[in-house]
């Protein structure tokens, strides 16, 4: 079941509720999703996203004509793995991802950040 669109966001905890329930896994796009309870998240890294926003309002503060900023796509993306959910389904996580990754919250979430050109980055 993947979870994504920002009319499900309000309720991502019933949800991830409501699939550990019926031991299906879950999957969104926004690194909340898993803090909630989905089992994974795949999606672009939300930090880098606001980040780059605010050099876009800079450059506009400083008179910059918005329609002559070039369009930009994410570079950054997270993969973040619940493992209290992993663990409630029976979803053994291999160790070498684990390795690769690193946990922001201890015993619960596990981050894998990865560029766009493969290069790998915690």
């Given at each position: 079941?993947?979870?994504?669109?920002?009319?499900?966001?309000?309720?991502?905890?019933?949800?991830?509720?409501?699939?550990?329930r019926h031991?299906?896994?879950?999957?969104?796009?926004?690194?909340?999703?898993?803090?909630?309870?989905?089992?994974?998240?795949?999606?672009?890294?939300?930090?880098?996203?606001?980040?780059?926003?605010?050099?876009?309002?800079?450059?506009?503060?400083?008179?910059a004509m918005?329609?002559?900023?070039?369009?930009?796509?994410?570079?950054?993306?997270?993969?973040?793995?619940?493992?209290?959910?992993?663990?409630?389904?029976?979803?053994?996580?291999?160790?070498?991802?684990?390795?690769?990754?690193?946990?922001?919250?201890?015993?619960?979430?596990?981050?894998?950040?990865?560029?766009?050109?493969?290069?790998?980055?915690?």
């Amino acid at each position: 079941m993947e979870l994504a669109g920002v009319h499900l966001y309000p309720h991502r905890n019933r949800f991830a509720e409501l699939a550990i329930r019926h031991r299906l896994p879950s999957m969104g796009s926004l690194r909340e999703y898993a803090e909630a309870g989905c089992l994974m998240v795949y999606g672009a890294s939300t930090d880098h996203l606001m980040s780059r926003s605010a050099t876009y309002v800079d450059k506009i503060l400083k008179g910059a004509m918005p329609g002559d900023l070039p369009v930009q796509e994410p570079t950054k993306f997270e993969l973040v793995v619940n493992l209290k959910t992993a663990k409630a389904l029976g979803i053994i996580i291999p160790p070498a991802l684990l390795k690769a990754g690193y946990l922001p919250f201890p015993g619960l979430c596990f981050h894998l950040r990865a560029l766009v050109q493969g290069q790998v980055s915690a």
